[in-house]
């Protein structure tokens, strides 16, 4: 039986793992919905990623899963199906939100480093234990760099401790660090902001997010200048710019750029 309890409330996705017992820990058929789930989500704006109760966010892959691989190709299997999960949430054309209250260890920090944002309590803790078990940290563990610095990744990475969220080595990767009563407050007040913005640029924006972090700066310059033309094909970009330009008292058909326009 899935762990995912997964609810649409207006323009958000709430995806909750639910299996307090167990610290939220997720099996394969959970990895396997979870990018369908994501997939075929309509009219959302923002994806929100909890774990149920008050221990963890989810202590990551459930440790079966593991044990049940035998072979390489058994575990080629599993590891791609986990591949194309993170990647699912990591692409998604809408704002991800990680909202962490506990353990995120393994899998799930993975999961955490593929969203777009962090919002974590002060008791919770991060860890990259594979390495205890004798396999790698693999796929989106490559993002953590990016976060808490070369350095202390492979800290993580190869001691497979685990680390408070006020510890100096992950310094970057929580975008708030709230005590445990302000997460919903903290969820809310980021979700105001992202959910206003039409699907059109937040699908755009999301793009270029990939493409910066797959391409040079010149390749990632030139697909920049398409997405942007690209968006005044849609309808949602013209009515934000009229909305927008009716805010600052001005015609839309004859708004130039004066030293008097405030620019977005």
């Known amino acids: 039986m899935g762990i995912l309890d997964v609810q649409q409330r207006g323009s958000v996705l709430h995806v909750t793992f ?3 017992e ?16 994501i997939a075929e989500a309509s ?10 109760g008050e221990r963890a ?12 691989l035998t072979t390489p190709d058994s575990a080629r299997d599993f590891i791609s199906a ?3 999960m993170l990647a699912s949430v990591r692409r998604a054309p809408v704002t991800t939100i990680c909202a962490i209250d506990g353990y995120c260890i393994g899998g799930a920090l993975e999961l955490a480093v593929a969203c777009d944002v962090r919002l974590v309590t002060t008791r919770s803790s991060f860890g990259l234990p594979e390495i205890k078990l004798g396999i790698p940290s693999v796929i989106d563990a490559g993002l953590l760099q990016q976060y808490v610095g070369l350095g202390h990744a492979k800290e993580m990475i190869l001691t497979g401790d685990l680390y408070p969220a006020s510890a100096p080595q992950l310094f970057g990767l929580c975008n708030r660090l709230v005590e445990p009563g302000e997460l919903e407050e903290a969820v809310d007040a ?9 699907t059109t640029v937040l699908a755009s924006q999301k793009r270029l997010f990939e493409t910066w972090q797959n391409t ?5 310059i030139d697909v920049s200048v398409g997405e942007f033309a690209g968006t005044f094909a849609a309808a949602d970009t013209m009515e934000a710019l009229a909305s927008y330009a009716a805010k600052l008292g001005i015609e839309r058909a004859s708004a130039r750029r004066t030293g008097e326009d405030t620019a977005g």
Request: aromatic share 6%; proline share 3%; net charge positive.
């Open 18 to 20: 639910d299996r307090p």
């Open 22 to 37: 167990k610290l939220n820990a997720m099996r394969r058929e959970d990895i396997d919905a979870l990018p369908a789930l």
């Open 43 to 52: 009219g959302v704006r923002a994806i929100v990623f909890r774990g149920a």
């Open 57 to 68: 966010f989810s202590a990551g892959v459930d440790v079966s899963e593991f044990l049940a």
């Open 82 to 84: 986990l591949r194309d």
């Open 190 to 198: 980021f979700l105001a902001k992202v959910t206003r913005h039409t």
């Open 216 to 220: 040079t700066v010149d390749v990632g």
